[in-house]
């Protein structure tokens, strides 16, 4: 029926072009400091990605006056916790949807520590199914050691209120029992691109670039 309406010319204009638009998302995945915003800010730099921190989103939607969510956000933030995905979900949808629409020609996404348990991963696939292409993960590994100093530094500075060491053990505990499976899971389906992220952000970058060079 479209086909006839369309004929089989426009039909085929309209499968690439809805193909094109279709958001290709990496997602970007690490322990917490382990430097996914830095990486995402020089990959914005270079290439025409888009990045959407769902830490930074919920640090906003916690901040927004009249926000429902503002006090539970904020309870999670500090003990570690992983926000119920239909809020996270629903803020990084509109991202999306409010980026495409101000330039159809963003359609490439690094969702920066999303999903993060199986709670968002579910809700991911809930509601995005088949509406994005999700092309791989990217995984910033370093120790935890690492990743605790570089936060405890950050936080002289960040004004985080997860900045601490109280918080930060929770938010490694976080990371090890409810992201490390996620990670394993797209693991299980050659889905990982692993960096070692505990070197210095060039040589880092480097590693990043390749990566997107080869198959972004
Ligand atoms: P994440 O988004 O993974 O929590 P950030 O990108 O915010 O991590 O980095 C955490 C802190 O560590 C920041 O203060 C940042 O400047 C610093 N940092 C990031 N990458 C590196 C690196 N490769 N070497 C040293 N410090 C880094
Ligand atoms: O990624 P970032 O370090 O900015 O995340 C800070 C906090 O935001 C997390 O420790 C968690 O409490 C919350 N968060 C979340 N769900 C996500 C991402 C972040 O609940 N998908
Ligand atoms: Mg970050």
Redesign the pocket.
């Known amino acids: 029926m479209l086909g006839r309406l369309l004929g089989n010319a426009s039909q085929s204009l309209l499968k690439r072009v809805s193909h094109i638009m279709k958001p290709k998302v990496i997602f970007v995945l ?1 322990g ?8 995402c800010s020089k990959i914005v730099e270079a290439y025409n990605y888009t990045h959407l921190s769902a830490g930074d989103l919920l640090r906003a939607e916690r901040g927004r006056e009249g926000s429902e969510f503002g006090q539970l956000i904020d309870n999670y933030i500090k003990e570690g916790k992983i926000v119920p995905v239909e809020i996270t979900i629903s803020l990084l949808r509109q991202s999306m949807v409010e980026t495409m629409t101000k330039d159809q020609t963003k359609s490439y996404f690094l969702i ?1 520590g999303f999903p993060r348990n199986e709670d968002n991963l579910q809700g991911w696939n809930r509601v995005m199914d088949g509406k994005a292409d999700v092309k791989f993960v990217l995984f ?1 590994d370093c120790s935890n050691e690492v990743c605790i100093d ?2 405890l ?2 936080g002289k500075s960040s004004g985080r209120t997860d900045d601490n060491r109280e918080s930060l053990e929770k938010r490694i505990q976080t990371y090890l029992n409810s992201t490390r499976p996620i990670i394993e899971q797209y693991q299980k389906h050659g889905k990982v691109r692993t960096i070692d ?1 505990s ?3 060039d040589e ?1 970058f480097a590693d990043v670039k390749a990566i997107l060079d080869k198959e972004a």
Do not use: L
């Not at 917490?32 to 990486?39: D, L, S, V």
């Open positions: 690490g917490p400091g382990a430097g996914k915003g830095t990486q920066d910033f570089r936060c530094e950050r992220a070197r210095s952000v880092v």
